[in-house]
């Protein structure tokens, strides 16, 4: 089985960064495709960010695009979000997750996996 275990959230001024780490034990982290989602108040979970285990293929959610990075260590089994210009609207939950998919998937129901969140606020 596999465990996740998130990290590095926190209150944070509007224009800051954070880093979100997601440490897996269990099963070899490196057969898994890793996701980054989050769930604002009153809304859905929405998907964030993922990356393949080589790390080759990245995809982000278009609101993301271009302030957050996902990035994984298989040696060390942990997963990073570095979220860069947050702004109050990316204040959620954010929980990382892991998929034996093969592709890069952005739907719930295909992560086997999920961490406990990490609360993020951002303040305007």
């Known amino acids: 089985q596999v465990q996740l275990v998130e990290s590095g959230g926190g209150l944070v001024q509007a224009g800051g960064s954070l880093r979100l780490s997601c440490v897996a034990s269990?099963?070899?982290?490196?057969?898994?495709?890793t996701g980054w989602f989050r769930r604002a108040p009153g809304k859905e979970r929405e998907f964030v960010a993922g990356?393949?285990?080589?790390?080759?293929?990245?995809f982000y959610a278009d609101s993301v695009k271009g302030r957050f990075t996902i990035s994984r260590d298989n040696a060390k089994n942990t997963g990073y979000l570095l979220m860069n210009s947050l702004r109050p609207e990316d204040t959620a939950v954010y929980y990382c997750?892991?998929?034996?998919?093969?592709?890069?998937?952005?739907?719930?129901?295909?992560?086997?996996?999920w961490g406990q969140g990490t609360q993020v606020t951002v303040s305007s």
């Open positions: 997750a892991v998929s034996s998919m093969a592709t890069m998937t952005r739907i719930e129901g295909q992560y086997e996996y």
């Open positions: 990356v393949t285990w080589s790390g080759g293929y990245t």
């Open positions: 269990g099963r070899a982290f490196r057969y898994y495709t």
